[in-house]
């Protein structure tokens, strides 16, 4: 399986992450680096607990996922945080 992505600007102070904006995306999503065999449905087993919640990854990356059959090793994905609905 892949990794979760880790920064070494994510120091903390409380609750907020310093050098991310008020809003930032960071708090809608994590970042997932893809390892060879991977696949969505293994990805969203991994994050959600459930493998046929890989649409909402789909969705939160519609640039590099063109094709969701297709995953590349090293391939960076934004993982949607939380139990939400798929993204519109």
Known sequence: MGVFA?????A??????????????RK???LYV??????LFGIA??????GNSWH???????????DPDILH???V????KGDGPPLA
Request: proline share 6%; glycine share 14%.
């Open 34 to 39: 893809v390892r060879k065999g991977d696949t």
């Open 56 to 66: 909402r990854i789909q969705q939160a990356n519609p640039i590099v996922l063109k």
């Open 45 to 50: 087993r991994q994050v959600y607990g459930d």
């Open 12 to 25: 903390t102070t409380g609750t907020r992450h310093v050098g991310y904006p008020e809003g930032s995306w």
């Open 28 to 30: 809608e999503f994590d």
């Open 6 to 10: 880790k920064h070494g600007d994510e």
């Open 73 to 75: 090793a090293g391939l």
């Open 77 to 80: 994905l934004r993982i949607p």
